[in-house]
């Protein structure tokens, strides 16, 4: 059965975010290597 | 469509840009082969995180990616996602043992030869060496294609274009360059996409419009359960594993992290970068269906759905957003390109030592750079040559997926010998030539068992999965059988760093 529409909103909006937190991320942890952030 | 001038000088600037940086941070610290191919110990976590992510997304995830979802759905699209988080999960845990058991090693084949032998190592060379060309070959191949659909660049010259540049950085600057213009790409790659994507979705009219295209033209795609989605999305999961469990790329990262607890951050925030990367990619395929002419019938003279992507840009967005693709495509394409040079090149010189009798460093150096011309050369003449790139993937797959579980299990198994890992592999790969859909000609031309081959699976799973669970459990009863008792502490007396000599049996080398 196909997913409903909440289901594939869910899952589409989820991947972008997790992308995005993903980035956040990566920025922090370089500028903590790099000595810029605590 | 874009203008083409536009679409090469922004090509051309990007690469020269990059080319540049990766040219000016190699100055003055590649004084030995050692420092071209390994980088040891020298990338936090931020730099091998980055490099993780930038390595393996290629263009191929704006092109075969897509493709998954638009002809199998999301299931396929999970599939996907799953295949190439799987190895990075298990280089979390293989990384450091491999850093402790081999501290001062470079490459997977030199393991492959102290571990098993030369019958294994030959092998090994050959599955590696294979997937990693046809992966470089199919990238400049993508990255042609791409740039032909969206501006009319001709494809000869965006691939010389691509390799030419990217030689000259990786020849110079070895890993060190690679893996710093990887983090500078990281960086863009991942906020690229997220607004490309999120830009998509609004422009489209929302989730609600998405998905109501997409239902209107086949809602089979968007059922988790459709069975061949299901099927494709678990053949390519054991194919993706497999494959990316033999990349020499991983192997010089995990020596190139400062420390194993570094070296297992990176790869476990990788792997969810990267499964996220790859299904939000995938998906956009799906998306594609409900918006243009995809045609999704591997039979059809017509079949496009390895352009999907591309189809829907033309097909709904105006020329600017085609052009911030062509950007993204761009870094995509270096970072998995440089890398792949690299880890070619690393793959021979690793045993230069052994194989040329105890060459001074200066001939290790020329012979590093000497092997980057080479194989960039091939890949660039291969991927202007090259009919189907994606057959050919899938017999690396499937190669990878034979060998992966046999040639790992030695880090930890100290029975299992080197008989045994190659006698598991060649029962995996037999296992899966039988269910092979491709060059199915050539298996049934094979005498007296030609005649004999079942059926192939279309969709692949038999096969792959055959090959990877076959060899695993024949590996499992080999290590059983065997009264052998390997000692894995010779692996670090055999393998030493390029500017040592190397150990004599049973010796220790003074400092």
């Known amino acids: 059965m196909a997913m409903g529409q909440a289901a594939f909103a869910a899952v589409l909006w989820g991947a972008i975010l997790g992308v995005f937190l993903v980035f956040c991320y990566e920025v922090y942890v370089v500028g903590r290597d790099a000595g810029w952030v605590g | 469509m874009v203008a083409t001038r536009l679409a090469l000088g922004l090509t051309v600037a990007v690469l020269a840009g990059f080319t540049g940086v990766g040219l000016w941070y190699a100055r003055g610290r590649i004084d030995t082969s050692e420092e071209f191919i390994t980088a040891r110990n020298s990338a936090r976590e931020g730099r091998l995180t980055a490099t ?36 990075m999960v298990a280089y979390a845990k293989l990384g450091p043992r491999i850093r402790e058991l081999i501290p001062e ?26 997937y990693m060309f046809v992966f470089v ?40 360059a690679s893996i710093f213009t990887d983090t500078i790409q990281a960086l863009l790659v991942l906020p690229l996409l997220v607004a490309a994507a999120a830009g998509a979705v609004l422009a489209l009219g929302g989730t609600g419009a998405v998905y109501g295209s997409v239902a209107a033209v086949d809602p089979a795609l968007l059922d988790p359960a459709f069975a061949a989605g299901v099927q494709f999305g678990l053949a ?74 591309f189809l829907l840009l033309e097909a709904a967005f105006p ?12 870094l995509l394409v270096m970072s998995s390109v440089d890398t792949l040079f690299n880890a070619l090149a690393s793959l021979v010189t690793a045993d230069l030592p052994r194989l040329l009798a105890g060459p001074d460093d200066r001939t ?20 202007l040559r090259a009919r189907s790139v994606l057959r050919l993937f ?51 031309a094979l005498p007296v068992v030609g005649g004999a081959l079942p059926a192939a699976d279309p969709l692949y799973l038999t096969s792959f999965a055959g090959a990877f669970l076959g060899s695993a459990g024949a590996t499992l009863v080999a290590a059983r059988l065997s009264s052998a008792e390997f000692d894995l502490a010779t692996l670090s007396r055999d393998i030493r760093r390029l500017d040592e000599p190397p150990a004599t049996d049973g010796g220790e080398v003074s400092d």
């Open chain 2, 52 to 87: 993780l992510i930038a390595s393996v997304m290629g263009v191929w995830i704006l092109l075969a990616a897509p493709e998954a979802g638009a002809s199998f759905g999301i299931a396929a699209v999970l599939g996907y996602a799953v295949g190439e988080a799987i190895p």
């Open chain 2, 105 to 130: 090693g470079h490459s997977m084949t030199e393991y492959a030869h102290a571990r098993y032998g030369a019958a294994m190592y030959g092998f090994v060379v050959l599955v590696s060496g294979l």
């Open chain 2, 137 to 176: 070959a199919a990238e400049l191949t993508g990255i042609a294609r791409a740039l032909s659909l969206v501006a009319g660049v001709p494809q000869w010259q965006t691939a010389t274009l691509v390799g030419g540049f990217v030689l000259l950085y990786t020849g110079y600057g070895g890993l060190r």
């Open chain 2, 236 to 309: 390519l999961a054991f194919a993706i594993t497999g494959a990316e469990l033999l990349n020499q790329t991983w192997w010089q990262r995990i020596y190139a992290g400062t420390d194993g607890s570094t070296v297992a951050r990176g790869f476990r925030t990788a792997s969810v970068a990267n499964g996220l990367v790859v299904f939000l990619a995938a998906i956009f395929g799906l998306v594609a269906v409900g918006y243009a002419d995809v045609v999704t019938d591997i039979t059809s003279a017509g079949y496009n759905a390895d352009v999907a992507l």
């Open chain 2, 319 to 330: 020329a600017w957003v085609s052009l911030a693709v062509v950007l993204l495509a761009l």
């Open chain 2, 364 to 383: 290790l150096r020329l012979g590093a750079r000497a092997l980057t011309l080479v194989v960039a050369v091939a890949a660039i003449y291969v991927s």
């Open chain 2, 394 to 444: 899938f017999l690396a797959d499937l190669l990878g997926a034979a060998v992966a579980v046999p040639l790992l299990a030695g880090l930890y198994s100290t029975r299992l010998t080197g008989a045994g890992a190659l006698l598991s592999s060649l029962l995996g790969l037999g296992v899966g030539l039988t269910f092979f859909p491709d060059f199915r000609g050539l298996l049934s």
